[in-house]
């Protein structure tokens, strides 16, 4: 398939700026939308509304930049003729035409153009080297701050007559089957958003214009979460309805989708007081529907407040000037001020004060028009606007009062914390964000005043704009009156539009810092959590201390509490306590130690480390590592834990933590607050709703995405899969005590509380591992119990009858129950049996129909899209027990380097990466302080390809090679540079 140079430059720099899933492809012509329509003729239609299909399918690919409309009929369009003509004539030109020969060429043509458009296989439905990508390269503006007003909740309290029926796909075998990525698909919508919100705009065009995303995905999505389909859920099983968006970039669009509702709330709210107060007009009205965000809303909203003072402009017309003000704009040759004069009335009196009146009204006029703020945003997007901060005047006092002041005497610290932004000059469209919520944090401390500078251009422009152009009175107006219109419009820029502009900035400036902070802290969070599990090991949790011992814990394989203890290593009885570690390690089979890295961490680990290599551990082959230990003493004394170890020391269980988040760092690290485990910076000063649901949905994600069997599961963990929360956890749990474990899938529709739309959602990420219900020793016990069920339940929905207690294979594996049939007829086209699930022979079985066949062409025949069958793929031939973390790899310190008096500038080291912020990257290098690789120092040229489209490219856990710049002892601060990650 051919493509014009523009579209396909286009389409170039769009795969190299986003990532490998090509998010967007829309053709740039009207010719090319018809290379990417289907074949309306070739698609499986629905009983007896083949017509109607074939009309909807032609309305489903707008261009990006036409506005959102409802589909209108259209006339039938041949797909693809002038192209594929064109070929022909070439053709016939050149041999004899023939039909056979005809055809022949037809199918090679067609079968070109359906290899160029091919989607590309994805074998993981999340990938550690792009689980995090940056959000600017998938959705282009980011979305701002959501308000607390939310869309409805992803998931309710289910009904439990509704019907369990995912034997037929959903909405997305109607429209998907043979559909290319980048192809629009739309969700048959039953509500229509904008006339839900009330608004003058379309929500769907503004959402993609905040976002970056093509409209119909944002149709898509917005429909999608309105039927409270989690993210977990659409990612993986939604794709070509998302066309193959990742978590972060579906939560920009919802976040955005969130703000829109709010602001249409807020605004209808608004309207209706304004209503009840007697002063809505429609000119008021139209304002209020016009606004497309908070500050927008609140410069109309502004003058009506209570509890303000009655606007200049609003006090102008009580008094009857409007109609003075219009006349001169429309017939100022008709207009007699002096004839507004009336001496007994408060602010008529003279001439000077009705010019001022009508002047007050022309400023507000123009300050609340559309075509105004607009020209005015275009010449501040042409100007050098700078932020500029300085010391406060009252932070300046209060140092100077210090010395009679004794609570005063942290002031001079205070502000020297902040001396990069004392005298602090950037433009808006260069500020970083780190510097952005630093000068926010000194602004709220009363330290730092900040202001917008705005150059004096601007107003000169601006004013001779508005007197000449768009106010300009139509017809001859006195000196006098033009005098009072330049004024007016001088006023406005200066009372009312400028403070607008500024508000605009700081808020922007704000709102985009607060979601790259954000960002960073869902980046680092999902590293973190999708730390590979370190599995069949017993584990010596340490966590390290002087005065008060180390204190230990010996796990089992399955993180059970074996032993605790405290010890003594940095004292006098060092070579006593060695002989104690000697004898518990030797009992309990344990070869592997894990050192928290907080106070006395490098003397711990000195200690083990010459031990070690003196071989004082023999015959145990004895090695350790470095965790973090962040939150491990917040969560050792949170009703968690207490409830999981109430007879065990708070300390103790620190030391149980650091253990186990080696054992399984996702069902560790879930039970403390995101917050609390040492990722991001920043974190008090962004907005905490955005923070929260960040967190919480990137915690969600890597539960989801990785599984949980459902049968040996905490609860804590379950709570956190997508569909499930705490109550219906705790339905699960208590199910499984009562009832033994589930055998199946199916069994969760037993459970109290768990309705279809639960289940739908939860399914797929819930796995049935049958080594685990075997070592129930139940199986055979299961049968009764499952029987008994109808009787103690009344609800239709809650009976066993239809349910079976018979293991399926299938329940193992990343494969949605809605899909089951499909799966079982593929393997039935490909010979295979759920015997041989993840075999090799299977594996073998499955890519060569696939390499024979074509995804494509197997989906069509199963009726089903490729991103279905493609996820059917993996499941089959994934290994029982697929774990999607990455491999886990011990810290690598170079030997003799324990302090910071060891190093120089110059030398090389290996380490790794402990946290990430917005100006660089902590490195743990073995000397107990971590050092910073600032953000200068991280180029493409030194990362991995796979890492170049990530902002920063570098998060937790990974281990680089780096360079000593600068060490400071003073400071405590060590300066590096990136060398190499290394693999």
Not at 202 to 226: F, H, M, Y
Not at 698 to 719: A, K
Not at 943 to 971: F, I, N, Q, T, W
Request: contains cysteine.
């Amino acid at each position: 398939m051919r493509r014009r140079p523009t579209a396909a430059k286009d389409y170039k720099e769009q795969t190299t700026t986003d990532d490998s899933d090509n998010v967007s492809g829309h053709p740039e012509s009207e010719d090319e939308m018809d290379e990417w329509l289907p074949d309306v003729k070739g698609m499986n239609v629905s009983r007896g509304r083949k017509k109607k299909d074939e009309e909807s399918e032609k309305s489903l690919a707008p261009k990006c930049t036409t506005k959102h409309k409802d589909p209108k009929p259209k006339a039938v369009r041949k797909p693809r003729a002038p192209r594929i003509l064109k070929r022909k004539v070439v053709d016939t030109e050149l041999q004899p035409e023939d039909p056979r020969e005809k055809n022949k060429s037809d199918a090679i043509l067609q079968k070109a153009e359906l290899q160029q458009v091919r989607v590309k296989e994805e074998r993981q439905s999340i990938c550690m080297d792009d689980a995090f990508r940056n959000s600017t390269s998938t959705t282009g503006v980011k979305c701002e701050e959501p308000s607390s007003s939310k869309v409805p909740s992803l998931v309710k309290k289910e009904e439990p007559e509704d019907d369990y029926n995912f034997d037929e796909h959903v909405q997305k075998k109607q429209k998907t089957t043979n559909s290319p990525q980048g192809r629009p698909i739309k969700v048959k919508s039953a509500n229509n958003l904008r006339d839900e919100l009330q608004m003058n705009w379309d929500p769907i065009q503004v959402l993609a214009e905040k976002t970056g995303v093509e409209q119909w995905v944002c149709v898509n999505i917005s429909q999608l979460i309105r039927e409270e389909n989690t993210i977990p859920f659409i990612v993986r099983y939604r794709k070509e309805l998302i066309n193959h968006m990742d978590a972060d970039a579906v939560r920009d669009v919802q976040l955005a989708l969130e703000e829109l509702c709010s602001l249409a709330k807020k605004s209808q709210s608004i309207a209706q007081t304004l209503k009840k107060e007697g002063v809505l007009t429609s000119e008021v009205e139209q304002a209020l529907r016009n606004c497309r965000n908070s500050d927008e809303l609140d410069h109309v909203y502004a003058p009506y407040k209570k509890g303000s003072k009655l606007s200049k402009a609003r006090r102008a017309k009580q008094l009857g000037l409007e109609d003075a003000a219009l006349a001169l704009l429309q017939s100022p040759q008709m207009l007699e001020l002096r004839s507004w004069i009336k001496p007994d009335t408060k602010g008529l009196t003279t001439l000077e004060e009705v010019a001022t009146g009508v002047e007050q009204i022309l400023a507000d006029m123009m300050a609340k028009d559309g075509e105004t703020l607009t020209y005015i945003r275009s010449l501040c997007d042409r100007a050098n606007v700078t932020i500029h901060s300085t010391v406060s005047k009252t932070a300046l006092k209060e140092q100077q009062l210090q010395h009679n002041q004794a609570d005063q005497k942290n002031k001079p610290k205070d502000i020297s914390k902040f001396s990069l932004y004392c005298e602090f000059t950037c433009d808006v469209q260069r500020i970083q964000h780190h510097q952005t919520l630093a000068i926010n944090r000194g602004e709220n401390l009363k330290i730092l005043s900040v202001k917008v500078n705005i150059p004096d251009w601007v107003k000169t422009d601006f004013c001779r704009w508005c007197v000449n152009v768009r106010w300009r009175p139509q017809g001859f107006a006195k000196p006098e009156l033009m005098k009072i219109l330049s004024d007016a419009a001088e006023d406005s820029y200066k009372r009312l539009i400028m403070p607008l502009l500024c508000r605009g900035y700081r808020t922007k400036l704000t709102t985009n810092a607060e979601k790259e902070s954000v960002a960073m802290f869902v980046r680092n969070l999902r590293q973190r959590l999708l730390m590979c599990p370190v599995r069949g090991r017993v584990i010596m949790g340490v966590d390290p201390g002087y005065r008060h011992g180390c204190k230990l814990a010996i796990l089992s394989t399955t993180s059970q509490i074996l032993h605790t203890d405290v010890v003594y290593l940095h004292g006098s009885g060092r070579n006593r306590e060695a002989d104690k570690l000697r004898h518990l390690m030797l009992q309990h089979g344990c070869q592997t130690i894990v050192i928290g890295n907080g106070t006395a961490c490098r003397e711990t680990e000195a200690f083990f480390a010459d031990l070690i290599k003196g071989g004082f551990f023999k015959p145990l082959d004895v090695s350790y590592c470095i965790t973090n230990e962040a939150g491990a003493s917040i969560y050792s004394v949170s009703q968690e834990a207490v409830k999981e170890m109430p007879d065990l020391d708070p300390n103790l269980r620190s030391a149980v933590s650091i253990g186990r988040r080696v054992q399984d760092p996702l069902a560790e690290l879930v039970k403390i607050d995101p917050k609390h485990i040492g990722i991001g910076t920043y974190q008090h000063d962004v907005s905490q709703s955005l923070l929260r649901a960040a967190l919480d949905g990137v915690v969600q994600e890597c539960v989801s995405f990785v599984g949980v069997d459902i049968n040996i599961c905490s609860e804590t963990l379950m709570r956190h899969v997508a569909g499930l929360n705490a109550g219906r956890a705790r339905s699960i749990a208590e199910w499984r005590e009562k009832n033994g474990p589930f055998l199946n899938r199916e069994q969760l529709k037993l459970v109290k509380g768990l309705g279809p739309k639960s289940f739908q959602q939860c399914a797929g990420f819930v796995r049935i591992n049958p080594e685990t219900v075997r070592s129930y020793g139940l199986s055979q016990k299961m049968e009764p119990a499952a029987g008994e069920k109808p009787s103690a339940k009344k609800s239709k929905a809650k009976t066993s009858g239809n349910i079976s207690n018979q293991l399926n294979p299938l329940d193992q594996t990343c494969i949605h129950p809605e899909s089951y049939n499909i799966a079982m007829r593929f393997l039935s086209q490909i010979c295979g049996t759920l015997d041989q699930l993840g075999s090799a022979e299977l594996r073998q079985q499955v890519e060569s129909s696939v390499n024979r066949s074509g995804l494509e062409a197997l989906a069509q025949s199963l009726n089903t899209s490729p991103e279905t069958l493609q996820l059917i793929v993996d499941g089959l031939t994934q290994p029982p027990g697929f774990d999607i973390r990455q491999d886990f790899e011990q810290a690598d310190f170079k030997q003799g380097i324990v302090s910071m008096s060891d190093l120089h500038s110059g030398m090389v080291l290996t380490g790794r990466v402990e946290n990430t912020a917005l100006f660089g990257a902590f490195v743990d290098i073995g000397v107990g302080r971590s050092g910073l690789i600032p953000k200068r120092f991280i180029t493409l040229e030194k990362l991995p390809v796979d890492k170049r489209r990530r902002s920063l490219a570098l998060g937790p856990g990974e281990r680089v090679e780096v360079r000593v710049m600068d060490v400071d002892l003073v400071r405590n601060r060590i300066s590096l540079d990136l060398i190499r990650v290394l693999r």
